[in-house]
C-alpha cells in the first residue's frame, strides 16, 4: 500500500526525530564514555590525560560503589516485591463487584501523579516524624515508642516512600489486565469447581502474566533511576546508607567536580540499566508483531 | 438467598476496596488537610483531623516567602512548550511510520523506544558541561529542549499505536477519490486522530510536570519548575509542616487532575502498548 512517493515523503517525516534521539543519545554517551577514560577535574582542569580504565579501577574499588550497588539492588527489590505483590491483591479487590469503583480508581492511582520532591517530603515530614508525625501518634497510642524513620532505618523509609509511588502503576495496569479477562472463562471455572485458589493460579495468574512482567520491567527501569527521593530527604546519607548509584554519580560529578570517575560510574549504570531493558524490549517487540 | 448472600459479599468487598484505598490516597488527603492548619496544630498531638481552625495564611506565606507562581509559571511553561514542540516533531514521524511503514520502521521504532532505557547519570556529565559551555544552565530553553527529548520517544510511541488503529481503508478510499497527501492528513487523519493527540499530550504533561533528575540538576532558579519549589522546603526551619503542605498541594493539584482525566490512556502510554 506504501507508495514509493509516500515512502520518500515518510523518510523527511521521520528524519528530525531520528536526528534529534541519535544526537540527545548517541553524542552525550560517547562523550561519557571519552570522559570516563580522562583524568579530568573541574577543579583543576589544566591536569588532564589519558589513564586508561583507571578511572574503572577506582569506581568499581571504591567501598563506596559497592555501598551504592548493593543499596541500588536493595531498593529495586524491595519496591519491586512490594508494588507488584501489593499492586496483584489491589487489583484483585478492584476487580471484584464493588461499589463506587471509578471513584476508588482515581483514589488508588493518586499517588502516581505526585511528584517524587513531594510526597518524600511529605512522608518524612508529615508521616514519619518521630515527634510531631502521624505514625509517631499511631505508635504511641498503641503503647509503642515511635520510629525514628529517616535516622535509624533510611533505606527502608526510602523504600516505603518509593513503593507508595509505585504501587499505583502496579495496581492500575494489573486491573486494566484482569478486566480482560474473558466473562466466559469465569464462569466455565467456577462451574468447573475451581476454588479460589486454583482459581488464580490456574487462570487468573497465567491472565495478568504478561502485564506482571511488563511492570516489573518498566518499573525496574525507573527504580535504577531513584534520584530526587534521596536528593530532598537523606542526601544519601547517614554515610552511604541511603546512596544509590545514580546518587554517586551525581555526587562525585557535581559536588566533587570528579568528572572522569562520574563518568565511569554513569558507563556502570548504562549497563546495568541495558540489562533490563533488552528484556523489555523483547517484549514489547512482541507485541509490535500483533 | 443466594442473591442475599452476595449482596452481602458485594458489600463487605466495597468496605474493605475502600479502606485500601482510602489508605493508599490518605498521604494526599493529609497534606491538603494540613495545609489549612496554623503551624501549631499541624503538629499537635493527638493530630487534629477536621476540627481545627481552617485557615488560608500558609498559601499566602508560601507565595511571598518563596514565590511560588515564578515556579508554577515555569513548570508550565516546561511542561505544555517542551511538548507542543515535541509533538509538532513526533506527529509526522509517527504519522508515516504508521501508514507508510518501511523495512526498518520496527527496528527504528525499538530504537527510540531504547534512548528511553539510557539511565540520565549517563549523560548528566557530558550534558551538564555542554549546558555550561553552551550557557543553557538554569535557562527555559535548556530545561524544554531536555523535557522534550526525554518525552519524544513516549509521544512517538504514543501516537503511533492510535494512528495503527485508524482504518487503513478509509484512506484508501481518500486517495480514490483523488485527496492530496495534505488533504489526506487534514481532513482525514487529522480529526479521527485528535483524541489520541490528545491523550498523548496530557501524559506527556504530566510525566514532563513531574520530571525530577534533570530539573534538579541543570536549574537553580530562573528556570527552575516546581519539583524543585519543592526542594527548597527540605531543609526544615522551625515550624513548616503547613507550610509545607501548603506548597505541596500547590505543586500537586493541578496535575492531579489532569491525571485523573487521562488515567485511562496512561496503561497504554506507559508500558508503550504493550497493556491496553
Known sequence: MATQQTTTAGRYLVAPSVILLFVWMIVPLAMTLYFSTMRYLLLNPERTGFVGLANYTAFLSD????????????????????SVCGGILVAL??????????????????PFFVMPTVSALVWKNLLMNPDSGLFAWIARSLGFSPIVWFTHYPMLSIIVVVSWEWLPFASLILLTALQSLDEEQKEAAQLDGAGPI????????????????VVVLIETIFLLSVFAEIYVTTSGGPGVATTNIPFLVYKQALLDFDVGSASAGGIVAVVLANIVAI???????????? | MAMKQSLRKRVGVTVLAWVVAFLIFFPILWTFLTSFKSELDAIAMPPKFLFFHWTLENYAEVQERSNYLHFAFNSVVLSIGANVVGLIIAVPAAWSMAFAPGKRTKDLLMWMLSTKMMPAVGVLVPIYLLFRDLHLLDTLTGIGLVLMLLNLPILIWMLYTYFKEIPVDILEAARMDGASLLNEILYVLTPMSVPGIASTMLLAIILSWNEAFWTLNLATSDA???????????????FFWAKLSAASTLAIAPILILGWFSQKQLVRGLTFGAVK
Not at chain 1, 486454583?198 to 512482567?213: C, D, M, N, W
Not at chain 1, 528484556?279 to 500483533?290: A, H, K, S, T
Open chain 1, 93 to 110: 479487590l478492584m476487580d471484584q463487584p464493588v461499589f463506587g469503583l471509578n471513584l476508588l480508581r482515581l483514589m488508588v492511582i493518586a
Open chain 1, 63 to 82: 567501598p563506596n560503589f559497592i555501598a551504592a550497588l548493593f543499596n541500588t539492588l536493595i531498593l529495586v527489590g524491595s519496591v519491586l516485591v512490594i
Open chain 2, 224 to 238: 527552575a519548575p516546581l519539583t524543585a519549589f519543592i526542594a527548597s522546603y527540605s531543609a526544615p526551619e522551625g
Open chain 1, 279 to 290: 528484556f523489555l524490549m523483547r517484549m514489547v517487540g512482541r507485541n509490535l508483531e500483533g
Open chain 1, 198 to 213: 486454583s482459581y488464580f493460579g490456574y487462570i487468573v495468574l497465567p491472565h495478568i502474566a504478561r502485564a506482571i512482567t
